[in-house]
């Protein structure tokens, strides 16, 4: 259960006190009482580790190279709007977290409640402001509960400014669905805050303040640079532009003192920045008596992957480790995690920034891999959905942006769900689509383990079908093909036996089967394959337009697309033809959900005018489908822009096989603009 209420209270007695709010977040139990909303600031210790230095939490170096972002931030803060929603939008590193700690501080001197707030604890704040600003870091992590927060916002009365900022490293496209299904169109600012690199001049500013922040700390003489030698380095790699590296060189730099020069890229320093941690979780292992040097680090790598392990889970998870950790009597767990600086309010919480716990994760499971993949589980299991996004984050930071493909930590989790039934259906359960492309190895394996224990042939062809679809992601199309036969055959013996259940399926799986033929070059076979499905789908939209004429056309596409690469015109025009017939329908009865599919076919259809000479035709097609995608970029520009630039360039193409040469550079120019 998940609820947002946000009431007015006014005073008895006018002198006694302002008017004030009480916004109450639950997601099940018992909200506590009332606080404010804050922003987590927290204060360097008296000896820091690294990894809080590398944190937004402390602010250890300046905010500098956000002034444009921070105005518009400002500007949607006091508009007119009583409620809006807005994203910030950048990859891992980028600074969205300290960006929107700052607005929140700025809009805080101005009277505003503003704080963060995390949707999986059910607490109560009170404002004594009608302003207020939310702030929810991964959304993404929290997907049920965000779409119930956005649920709920859309018809809430707000007397002042309610302001809600999401920080996502997914694009806006991804939240498409979530915005449309939660109805909140009209509150959503669709075009976010985006952050990506700095420039020198920033770049300098916050080196300096941070290697200055860490000076203090190691009491060392450091040494500065100039904005010359900060621009070369920020050269050097793609990410040496994010505000993290940037910090994290700063730091180093008063690590190593004399060092007159940036030594290393990035992702070097965050990699020598986790070695000095390791080593200092070394020597409180060998003070405390702990045999096992690297026992914190594995439990710092578990909270990581699982959000955070309780207080009263840490024995739980001890027990777990006892086979590897050789624990000395009389072990008081709270006591040792305590002087160690890992308990923080009675729990053991994830390793932040996200960069740095990937870079920090893989070290530490890397040091005995033979438990790599027990470990990995260990923590995935104490919160399955949480953890299945964070460590698919945690698989890109490693592979992507710190370039450690030789330890992979999707593998070991492949390597923890192998040959366990149980484990390999928690992990398919916990996924609505194709897992990200981090666990994509993981969903492989979990598929191949629970496949010779399917109880029935539903049950297979589902697994051979998700198997189907993993495979061809992770670009194994061959053996894609081969799955994809089997879950066409099954279905076709289940919908042999009742059509009414299972022709809707074996369609899909047929249609996909085609996709997999024709990305083989198995061209003949990929065409059978789609007039099955169509046939298929014209049986099934006969009897029930309303559920399936959207298939029907879709199916009529693929169908269209394999005539094509075979050289057969007339035939693909014609299953063209009838695709946009069908979205005609479909959009004249509900234009928002159908006239994106109309637009495509229309696209599709000028594409086969074209092939077969039909200029003028084609001409009319592609003019269409512009109108349609630019009424669809005036009203979301973030999800329609792309594709209407795709049909300026089909239109100018166009315009300028017909001759019509002013016609083709003016649509080219818009197509660029965009």
Known sequence: MFTITITPFVAKTAALAPTFSLITFKTGGHADQAIELDVPWHPLQANPSLFALLSWHTRASEFKGRDEQMAALKRWANDARAV???????????????????????????????????????????SHSKNILIVIDYPEENQEDTRELLRKLAPLRHEGRLRVLFLTRQEMSTWQNVIRDSRVETLVEMKPVHLSGIDAAAALEIYLSASQTAGEVFT??????????????????????????????????????????????????????????????????????????????????????????????????????????????????QCELQKAGLLNQGEIRALAPDIVAAAFITRVLRLKMDIAPELAWIGLNMDVQGGLLRLGRLSYDAEVVLGNHRFRLSNWLAEGIEGHIDRAQVFISSFND????????????ACMTILPKAENEIERAGIYNNLCLCLSNSGQRREALEAAKRAVEIYERLAAANPQAFESDLAMSLNNLGSLYSGLGQRREALEAAKRAVEICERLAAANPQAFERHLAGSLTNLGNRYSVLGQGQEALEAAKRAVEICERLAAANPQAFEPDLAMSLNNMGNRYSVLGQGQEALEAAKR?????????????????????????????????LGQQREALEAAKRAVEI
């Not at 209407?644 to 193409?653: D, K, V």
Request: with cysteine; net charge negative.
């Open 220 to 333: 060392s003489e450091w040494l500065g640079v100039d904005e010359e030698m900060i621009s070369a380095w920020l050269k050097e790699a793609p990410e040496n532009e994010l505000p993290l590296f940037i910090l994290a060189a700063g730091v180093h730099n008063a690590t190593k003192p004399g060092m007159e020069t940036i030594e290393y890229k990035g992702r070097d320093i965050v990699e020598s920045l986790v070695e000095r941690e390791l080593t200092r979780f070394r020597n409180i292992a060998r003070d405390c008596n702990v045999k096992d040097g690297i026992l914190f680090a594995r439990l710092l790598s578990i909270a990581t992957i699982a959000g955070v392990i309780p207080e009263n889970k840490i024995s739980e998870v001890m027990e777990r480790l006892e086979p590897y950790s050789e624990l000395p009597a009389h072990f008081d767990p």
């Open 625 to 657: 489908a512009v109108e349609i995608r630019e009424r669809l970029a005036a009203a979301n520009p973030q999800a329609f822009e792309s594709d209407l630039a795709s049909s300026l360039i089909n239109l100018g193409s166009l315009y300028f096989e």
């Open 84 to 126: 809006s929603i807005r994203f910030v939008t950048g990859a891992g590193g980028v600074g969205k977290s300290r960006l929107a700690a700052e607005f929140a501080s700025e809009l805080q001197k101005d009277g505003w409640a503003a704080g963060f707030v995390d949707l999986k604890e059910p607490k109560s704040y009170e």
């Open 434 to 445: 194709v897992p990200p492309i981090g666990l994509l190895n993981a969903a492989i394996v």
